[in-house]
């Protein structure tokens, strides 16, 4: 049955036939809400290939019902809507966990459950309580990534109030989703206070866990007993479930497709070859062997030609009958591999192959997408980057969602990885760049994933052509059309601005947020209320680049601008506003702990952490995240007043909450975890706790590299931080060796960074070099700690050479390190060095005293101890004096900080006048003993 209506754009159509609903809108499809049969009935001839798929679930579902039944829970809560992120990697199982999911619903009374299917970039004016006609309905959106603005339309109009006694639960699925960057991040709307962030219950998203050893073993058996029974074959001999907890094994085949793929490899060779394969190898080898292979009997003539137009299909999304037709024309007639004579029958061959999966498509993908990811990057696509061209002028959108997922498969690899994704996707950005339309680059920029390493030059290059092209529309639009567009080079400019910032582009970075950040203002100027929250967003944005770049004043003055903003906005609007202020406040204690002020950003940093614990308070799945990520930034803060013990007990905290979130979603905050843990290790070194710190750091180790191996591109560099880290831990307790080797395992990852962006890893391999050199040093190796330090300094005079404000206070130090190795070699130019350290030392205090006093102490104390070693004492002492000069007023105003340190150069400065001979500086001492004895009785009684 279907019905039909006459009217303006906010006229709704819903087309309904069973339970099938299409909703309409002016006259165009929106959105899809389709019921599936679950599981879908095999092909009369199934084939291996099938068995892979997630709707045929010809493999019994191993595993995760704690899972369903969490989420079975979920579904019957109270909460009228309810949305949940579940992600995980290509063939973790997402589908199949979701089908299982749909077929327990659909067989609850009073619901139903749909899959969702955009068929626009915009599904405003949708509102779904009305659609569906069900009292409870689960909404499940695959590859939901690929879809972010028509899903936030969808999620925003869950606001409506929802129908007495009605329930909605939506579940997303994704390969990677984060709250702070990304398609999950644009759903939200902070302008209008519609955060749909509020009805996702966790906040987080869930990652599938991977099987157990025994579950690896039993989806492996059964894949293998299925398919030769498919294959009329004997079932072969199988290694025994031991063999599946072995470490190498593990690691390989994590996830139950690629333990899938190699129960059908096992039938073309054996177990334990099939076994020694990693995801991808399998993956190559079912795409030729099974489905090329099998594809190519399919045929007589054209056989290539045949290939051709599967892996177009694949690559594109999908095709209609009317759509079939008209590619195999054109590729025909492109590719030169000769003409069909009989066009349908020849795609209906195919079609047998490949059914449309998704509504309304007639001639399907391969599946599952690494097979036929692999198929694409094997010699099937005729003509490469002109066929992914002719795809992407069809359908840019899927194409290039697709592109980037054969990407995030194949070319992230940390061997033998594959360039042609990365190639096919500048081709696009190029085209993008050449089309006057903004659609390629667009799609190009929501489809990008911002988190990774490799990704992140050509997400400039696609935000730097979009605000070119809306600069060029702004400047040539009336004064109406101005405003429309006006937001929109604002958005871009901020996204920009990050994304130079994440490759080292900081002057560059600055430039940008400083434009977003005046075109916010004169939007705020035309529409306060409407363009605050955009603004105060840009000014938080401003903060950090400025501090990049080494303005600090100039950084804290705009966090406090944004804060203001915040603290505006939130008394209007509390409940809306509150996070947001939170957030700007956890800003500005960093911008205010980098200009020395440790009160107020402590201050501040409390305030941030009251803020969210109210906020936790009324939603704890919502805000348990931020609160811990807020009490790590307090500890830190503490730490610096030298607040060691309320330290450690609010980093614990932080540790404690990250360790419960983990242990609800461990992937998801996996990460959180182990930053968290980093920071509790340097607290524990502070108060003494070494082998707890080096237990800590050990662990937040490990994490890293379990990260690491899922997803190397992007968290290698946190687990290069975490080993530099270690390495200090390992030396504290004597553990020297130990810390030489991860030391040295820290430096060559941050020399693998460096190489592939220069600009971004420079500096954190300056940074490993500096702490290599005092490993080397401690174990005897003068002349490589000596080698090591000096490449350490070079880099970071490049690096002054281009932005002497940020890289100073870096070179600074590295040249004290220098001049230590130098005088323990004997070198005379450790006096110059530690000079030169001073000298840059002094500059810096000039500016910021209360950031870098101690620094300047510090390195003080180097060249005086220099100046005695080279037969200079008197000059050695009046350095040394210098350095009590400037220390002592330091103390009363932050004595947990200052009052060890200075006792520590009285005492040096005493003794190496004792050994020179030499009487110290009576008034000096009188007004040491002044200051530090009310503080040294104290602690004495």
Known sequence: ???????????????????????????????????????????????????????????????????VRDFLEWCGSAASVSCRTVVGRGGAGKTRFAYELYSRVTNLPDWKAFFLHFWKDSARGVNLWKEV???????????????????????????????????????????????????????????????????????????????????????????????????????????PPEKFAQPDVAERLSDPLTLMMAALITLESDAYSALSLNRTELAYKVADRLVAGRMTGTVRDHKKLFLHVAAYATLIGGLSQDDALSVLEQESNETHLGEAQDPLPFLQKLQAWLPGEKSKSWLGTIQPDIVGEAFLLGPYLQGGEQAILRAAARSSASTTNTLVRIAQDFSLLPENSRLEPLQWLTKLAERGEADTGLGTLVELANA????????????????????????????????????????????????????????????????????????????????RDAFLPDLATSLDNLAVMRSEVGQRE??????????????????????????????????????????????????????AVELRRELAGRNRDAFLPHLAGSLNNLANRQSEMGQREAALATAQEAVELRRELAGRNRDAFLPDLAMSLNNLANIQGEV??????????????????????????????????????????????????????TAEEAMELRRGLAARNRDAFLPDLAMSLNNLSNMQSEVGQREAALATAQEGVELLRELVGRNRDAFLPDLASALNNLANRQSAVGQREALATAQEAVEEYRE????????????????????????????????????????????????????????????????????????????????????AMQTLEPYLQKEQE
């Open 554 to 607: 100039a950084a804290l003055a705009t966090a406090q601008e944004a804060v203001g903003l915040r603290r505006e906005l939130a008394g209007r609007n509390r409940d809306a506003f509150l996070p947001h202020l939170a957030s700007s406040l956890s800003n500005l204690a960093n911008r205010q702990s980098r200009m020395g002020q440790r009160e107020a950003a402590l201050a501040t940093a409390q305030e």
């Open 133 to 239: 006609e069900s009292k409870n309905a689960l909404l499940i959106a695959d590859y939901a990534s690929d879809a972010p603005a028509p899903l936030a339309d969808l999620l925003r109009s869950l606001n409506h109030p929802a129908p007495k006694g009605h329930r909605i639960r939506v579940l997303l699925l994704a390969r990677t989703a984060n709250w702070d960057q990304g398609w999950l991040a644009s759903l939200r709307s902070e302008r209008t206070a519609e955060d749909v962030d509020r009805i996702f219950h966790p906040l987080g998203p869930i990652d599938l866990q991977p099987p157990n050893p025994q579950q690896r073993h039993d989806i492996f058996r059964k894949t293998v007993e299925k398919a030769a029974e498919v294959q009329r074959k004997p079932v072969p001999a199988l290694p």
């Open 844 to 927: 810096l205090m000039k500016r910021h005293r209360d950031a870098f006093v101690q620094n300047f102490a510090t390195s003080c104390w180097t060249l005086a101890n220099i100046l005695c070693d080279v037969g200079k004492p008197a000059e050695g002492q009046s350095t040394y004096a210098q350095a009590i000069r400037e220390v002592l007023p330091e103390v009363n105003k932050l004595p947990a900080v200052y009052v060890g340190f200075a006792v520590t150069l009285l005492r040096n400065y005493l003794e190496k006048a004792k050994a020179a001979g030499l009487e110290p500086d009576a008034a000096l001492l009188t007004e």
């Open 688 to 741: 003494g706790q070494r082998e707890a710190a080096l237990a800590t750091a050990q662990e937040a180790v490990e994490l890293r590299r379990e990260l690491a191996v899922r997803n190397r591109d992007a968290f290698l560099p946190n687990l290069a931080m975490s080993l530099n880290n270690l390495a200090g831990m390992q030396s504290e307790v004597g553990q020297r060796e130990a810390a030489l080797a």
């Open 1 to 67: 049955m279907s019905q039909g209506a006459q009217g303006d754009f906010n006229t709704q159509i819903s087309v309904i036939g069973s339970s099938y609903v299409t909703v309409t809108i002016n006259g165009q499809d929106v959105i899809d809400l389709e019921p599936r049969a679950f599981p879908q009935p095999l092909p009369e001839n199934p084939t291996e290939i099938d068995l892979l798929k997630a709707a045929y679930a010809q493999i019994p579902f191993v595993g995760r019902e704690d899972l």
């Open 448 to 527: 990008l994933p911002q988190s990774s390493v490799v990704l992140r030059q050509l997400n400039v290059r696609i935000f730097s052509a979009l605000s070119a092209r809306f600069r060029l529309l702004h400047e040539a639009a009336d004064e109406a059309l101005k405003q429309d567009v006006l937001p929109l080079l604002a958005l871009s400019l901020n996204n920009l601005a990050n994304g130079q910032s994440g490759v080292g582009q900081r002057e560059a970075a600055l430039a940008t947020a400083q434009e977003a950040v005046e075109l916010r203002r004169e939007l705020a100027g035309w529409n």
